[in-house]
C-alpha cells in the first residue's frame, strides 16, 4: 500500500481533489460567512426598520439581477482572455461587491439602496463564472461533481456559521450596520486569499493540451491542441457568443435553471419578510423574531454541510435528468408547506416551527441534489476554449433569478389581496414547467450523443 492510498483510508468520502480546489473553497466559505450575515435580515431591515415597501426592497435587489446580467456578458470573454484570466475576475470580483456591502451599510434612501445592490450584483457576477471555470480547469470530468459538491460544502457552512453569528449578534446589539461591514470585510478577504493562494489556471489549461494531435488539430482524448486553442482564443468575442447559443441542449438547460434560480432568491428576499411579518401563528406577536428566523436558516445550512458530499457520491448511480427531477420536485413539496403555514388555521407554535422544519429541509434537499449536478453538466458541455463564456451564461440564470425572484416575491407581499401568500403555490404550480424542460433536455441529449 502506498503512502497516499494509507493516508486516504478512512477518510474515502472526502474527494481526492487538488490543492487549489480546497483553497478556492476557503475563499469561498469566507465570501459565504459574509452573505450569510446579511441574508436573513436584509429585507427584514430595509423594510421594518428604514421603512422601504417591500416592493421597493424587492426592486432594489432585484437590481443587482439587472447589473449582473451586463457583468456576466462582460465577464465571459474576459474570464477566457489571456490578457485577463480567471484569477484577475475573482480578485475584481470580491472589491467590487465589498464596496458595495459599505454602501449598502449606509442606504437610508432609495438611491443609494439601489446603487449598492446594483454594485453587488457587478461583483457577483463576475465571481461565479470564474470560480466556476477555475474549479473545472483543475479537476477531470470523473472528480468535477465532487468538486462543485465541496464548492457547496464551503457555501453552507459560511451561509450557516454567518446566519448564526448574525442572529445572536442581533439578539444582543440589533446594528444591522454593522452586519453588513463586516460582509465587506469577509468579500475583501476571500478576495486576497484566492489571488495570493492560486495562480492563473487559463494558461495551466491551454498548456495541458499541447499533446500529439491528427490533421485536424484534434488530439486521440478530444480535446484539442494547442495550435487550435491559440486559433479558437483569436477568434471574436462574437463568434464565440454565437457558438454557446447554437448549442440547443444548452439553451434548454438555461431556460430550466432560471426557474431554480428564481426559487433560490426567494431565500435571501421574500421569504425571511414573509416569516417575520405574514405568519399568524409565530413566536412573536405577528410571525417569527429575527432570532428564531435565522435558527430555520442555520438548520437548512447544517442539512446541507452534513449531507453535501455523502449525496452528491450516492447519486451518481442515477442519470443528471432524474436527480435534477427530483431537486424540482422538492422544491415543489416545500412551497406547499410554506404557503401553509401563511395561512389562519388552528396552528401552535410548534406544529408552525415543525411545518417550517420540514419545508426548509426539502428546500436543503432540493439544493444539494441540484446544485453540484447542474454545474456537472454545463461542464460536460462545455467545450475547453469556451468555458468562460458557458459558465458565464449559466450564471446569467443566477442574475435573472435574482432580478425577477425579489421583485415578484415582494410586490406579491405588498399585495395580498391580489396574491399575497399564495405566491408560493405560484412558485409549486411552475416546478411542473422545468421538470418538463429538464426532461426534454434529457431526450435532446440523448438524441444527439
Given at each position: 500500500?502506498?503512502?497516499?492510498?494509507?493516508?486516504?483510508?478512512?477518510?474515502?468520502?472526502?474527494?481526492d481533489?487538488?490543492?487549489?480546489?480546497?483553497?478556492l473553497?476557503v475563499?469561498?466559505?469566507l465570501?459565504?460567512?459574509?452573505q450569510?450575515f446579511?441574508?436573513?435580515?436584509a429585507?427584514?431591515?430595509?423594510?421594518?426598520?428604514?421603512?422601504?415597501?417591500?416592493?421597493?426592497?424587492?426592486?432594489?435587489?432585484?437590481?443587482?439581477?439587472?447589473?449582473?446580467?451586463?457583468?456576466?456578458?462582460?465577464?465571459?470573454?474576459a474570464?477566457?482572455?489571456?490578457?485577463?484570466g480567471?484569477?484577475?475576475?475573482?480578485?475584481?470580483?470580491?472589491i467590487i461587491?465589498?464596496?458595495?456591502?459599505?454602501?449598502?451599510?449606509?442606504?437610508?434612501?432609495?438611491?443609494?439602496?439601489?446603487a449598492?445592490?446594483?454594485?453587488?450584483?457587478?461583483?457577483?457576477?463576475?465571481?461565479?463564472?470564474?470560480?466556476?471555470?477555475?474549479?473545472?480547469?483543475?479537476?477531470?470530468?470523473?472528480?468535477?461533481?465532487?468538486?462543485?459538491?465541496?464548492?457547496?460544502?464551503?457555501?453552507?457552512?459560511?451561509?450557516?456559521?454567518?446566519a448564526?453569528?448574525?442572529?445572536?449578534?442581533?439578539?444582543?446589539?440589533g446594528?444591522?450596520?454593522a452586519?453588513?461591514?463586516?460582509k465587506?470585510?469577509?468579500y475583501l478577504i476571500?478576495?486576497?486569499?484566492?489571488?495570493?493562494?492560486?495562480?492563473?489556471t487559463?494558461?495551466?489549461?491551454?498548456?495541458?493540451?499541447?499533446?500529439?494531435?491528427?490533421?485536424?488539430?484534434?488530439?486521440?482524448?478530444?480535446?484539442?491542441?494547442?495550435?487550435?486553442f491559440?486559433?479558437q482564443?483569436?477568434?471574436?468575442?462574437?463568434?464565440?457568443?454565437?457558438?454557446?447559443?447554437?448549442d440547443?441542449?444548452?439553451?434548454?438547460y438555461?431556460?430550466?435553471?432560471i426557474?431554480v434560480?428564481?426559487?433560490?432568491?426567494q431565500?435571501?428576499s421574500?421569504?425571511?419578510?414573509?416569516?417575520?411579518?405574514?405568519?399568524?401563528?409565530?413566536?412573536?406577536?405577528?410571525?417569527?423574531?429575527?432570532?428564531?428566523i435565522s435558527?430555520?436558516f442555520?438548520w437548512?445550512?447544517?442539512?446541507k454541510?452534513?449531507?453535501?458530499?455523502?449525496?452528491?457520491?450516492?447519486?451518481?448511480?442515477?442519470?443528471?435528468?432524474?436527480?435534477?427531477?427530483?431537486?424540482?420536485?422538492?422544491?415543489?413539496?416545500?412551497?406547499g408547506?410554506i404557503?401553509?403555514?401563511?395561512?389562519?388555521?388552528?396552528?401552535?407554535?410548534?406544529?408552525?416551527v415543525?411545518?417550517?422544519?420540514?419545508?426548509?429541509?426539502?428546500?436543503?434537499?432540493?439544493?444539494?441534489?441540484?446544485?453540484?449536478?447542474?454545474?456537472?453538466?454545463v461542464?460536460?458541455?462545455a467545450?475547453?476554449?469556451?468555458?468562460?463564456?458557458?459558465?458565464?451564461?449559466?450564471?446569467?440564470?443566477?442574475?435573472?433569478?435574482?432580478?425577477?425572484?425579489?421583485?415578484?416575491?415582494?410586490?406579491?407581499?405588498?399585495?395580498?389581496?391580489?396574491?399575497?401568500?399564495n405566491?408560493?403555490?405560484?412558485f409549486?404550480?411552475?416546478?411542473?414547467v422545468?421538470?418538463a424542460?429538464?426532461?426534454?433536455?434529457?431526450?435532446?441529449?440523448?438524441s444527439?450523443?
Amino acid at each position: 500500500m502506498t503512502q497516499s492510498s494509507s493516508v486516504r483510508q478512512g477518510w474515502e468520502w472526502v474527494p481526492d481533489l487538488p490543492k487549489e480546489v480546497w483553497i478556492l473553497s476557503v475563499g469561498q466559505l469566507l465570501l459565504f460567512i459574509g452573505q450569510g450575515f446579511t441574508m436573513v435580515y436584509a429585507s427584514i431591515y430595509f423594510v421594518n426598520e428604514l421603512g422601504f415597501s417591500a416592493t421597493q426592497v424587492g426592486l432594489a435587489l432585484g437590481s443587482s439581477g439587472l447589473s449582473g446580467i451586463v457583468g456576466r456578458f462582460w465577464a465571459g470573454s474576459a474570464i477566457d482572455s489571456p490578457k485577463v484570466g480567471r484569477r484577475n475576475i475573482l480578485f475584481l470580483s470580491t472589491i467590487i461587491a465589498a464596496i458595495a456591502c459599505c454602501c449598502l451599510a449606509f442606504a437610508t434612501t432609495f438611491p443609494l439602496l439601489v446603487a449598492g445592490n446594483l454594485l453587488l450584483g457587478v461583483g457577483l457576477s463576475l465571481f461565479w463564472p470564474a470560480t466556476m471555470a477555475v474549479t473545472t480547469d483543475l479537476t477531470t470530468e470523473k472528480n468535477c461533481t465532487e468538486a462543485f459538491a465541496l464548492a457547496r460544502l464551503s457555501d453552507n457552512l459560511g451561509l450557516g456559521l454567518g446566519a448564526f453569528l448574525a442572529g445572536q449578534y442581533m439578539a444582543i446589539s440589533g446594528s444591522y450596520q454593522a452586519l453588513f461591514l463586516g460582509k465587506s470585510a469577509a468579500y475583501l478577504i476571500c478576495g486576497i486569499v484566492v489571488y495570493v493562494s492560486i495562480a492563473e489556471t487559463l494558461h495551466a489549461q491551454i498548456s495541458s493540451t499541447s499533446f500529439q494531435s491528427d490533421s485536424k488539430g484534434s488530439l486521440a482524448d478530444g480535446t484539442t491542441s494547442i495550435n487550435s486553442f491559440e486559433g479558437q482564443a483569436a477568434e471574436t468575442a462574437l463568434k464565440k457568443w454565437g457558438q454557446v447559443i447554437q448549442d440547443s441542449p444548452f439553451l434548454i438547460y438555461i431556460l430550466a435553471n432560471i426557474f431554480v434560480t428564481t426559487y433560490t432568491a426567494q431565500l435571501s428576499s421574500t421569504l425571511p419578510l414573509y416569516l417575520a411579518n405574514f405568519i399568524p401563528s409565530g413566536n412573536a406577536n405577528i410571525g417569527f423574531s429575527e432570532q428564531w428566523i435565522s435558527y430555520f436558516f442555520v438548520w437548512h445550512s447544517l442539512l446541507k454541510i452534513s449531507l453535501q458530499l455523502p449525496i452528491t457520491r450516492w447519486v451518481k448511480r442515477f442519470t443528471d435528468a432524474n436527480v435534477l427531477m427530483s431537486a424540482l420536485g422538492c422544491w415543489m413539496v416545500s412551497f406547499g408547506f410554506i404557503w401553509l403555514v401563511g395561512n389562519d388555521l388552528p396552528f401552535n407554535v410548534l406544529s408552525v416551527v415543525a411545518l417550517m422544519l420540514i419545508a426548509f429541509t426539502l428546500v436543503g434537499m432540493g439544493e444539494m441534489l441540484y446544485g453540484p449536478t447542474a454545474s456537472g453538466v454545463v461542464g460536460q458541455m462545455a467545450p475547453a476554449h469556451l468555458r468562460g463564456i458557458y459558465f458565464s451564461l449559466d450564471s446569467q440564470c443566477w442574475a435573472l433569478g435574482y432580478m425577477l425572484g425579489p421583485a415578484f416575491g415582494g410586490w406579491s407581499l405588498d399585495h395580498p389581496d391580489v396574491i399575497g401568500s399564495n405566491v408560493w403555490l405560484v412558485f409549486a404550480g411552475s416546478v411542473t414547467v422545468a421538470i418538463a424542460l429538464i426532461n426534454y433536455l434529457e431526450n435532446l441529449r440523448s438524441s444527439l450523443a
